[in-house]
């Protein structure tokens, strides 16, 4: 079983929606978790960390659900901008390896 | 600007020939990794270094041998033995403590002659 793993999509959806991604862990130890952004032939740029309470910055929400053992990335009033991969990211809890989804495809559609 | 910088931005390699990826980190982090992606791939581990003179095998370090001289510094050779080597290569950093994620160098696309 993949230690992280994320539907591939392809979302979707047209500028202005609200899409939400899911990516579930395996391993219960997991400490820290993370959300990327990767555009295309790019390299992954760190677009949130998550927390246990949930956290927002601006029009992206991130949820964390220990108990089921998934996060969540929310994103608000999509905008063209949006259109990327999006990487969910887990590690351990010695901090010292981290695990990757393969990523959710999002294309925001005028 | 602190950050990581990796060069060249594009290698060729050819048949039989060893090439070495550099990766330089001014960031001060401790940790240092290096990930292979394949087009629509995800990323996959090959090596990572939690200090100074010391790495340890991703899951797929066959093939690849790294260095850990300068905490600053940690290479990556792609040998002969590797087949398919043609891929995106990604170097990353982080502190090395909890909580505190990966920054990512800006890749090293190599490619077969």
């Known amino acids: 079983r993949k230690e992280v793993e994320q539907d591939p999509g392809p979302f979707n959806v047209p500028e202005g929606a609200t899409v939400a991604f899911n990516c579930t862990y395996s391993n219960s130890a997991s400490q820290s978790f993370f959300w990327y952004r990767q555009d295309c032939r790019k390299e992954p740029k760190l677009l949130m960390s998550v927390y246990s309470s949930g956290n927002e910055d601006g029009r992206f929400t991130a949820q964390l659900n220990r108990a089921s053992q998934y996060i969540s990335l929310l994103i608000r009033d999509s905008k063209l901008s949006d259109s990327a991969t999006y990487l969910c990211v887990v590690n351990m809890r010695n901090g010292n390896q981290f695990y990757f989804g393969t990523g959710t495809s999002l294309t925001v559609i005028p | 600007d602190g950050g990581i910088t990796q060069s060249p931005k594009y290698l060729f390699r050819k048949e039989g020939q060893n090439v070495t990826l550099s990766c330089e980190q001014n960031l001060n982090h401790d940790a240092m990794y290096w990930y292979r992606q394949d087009p629509g791939q995800g990323l996959r581990l090959i090596y990572y270094?939690?200090?100074?003179?010391?790495?340890q095998k991703g899951d797929i370090a066959e093939g690849y041998s790294v260095s850990r001289e300068k905490k600053e510094s940690f290479p990556l050779t792609v040998t002969s033995a590797q087949k398919n080597p043609t891929a995106f290569y990604l170097c990353?950093?982080?502190?090395?403590?909890?909580?505190?994620?990966?920054?990512f160098g800006d890749g090293t696309r190599l490619s077969i002659l």
């Open positions: 270094s939690q200090i100074v003179n010391d790495f």
């Open positions: 990353a950093s982080s502190p090395g403590t909890e909580y505190q994620p990966q920054h």
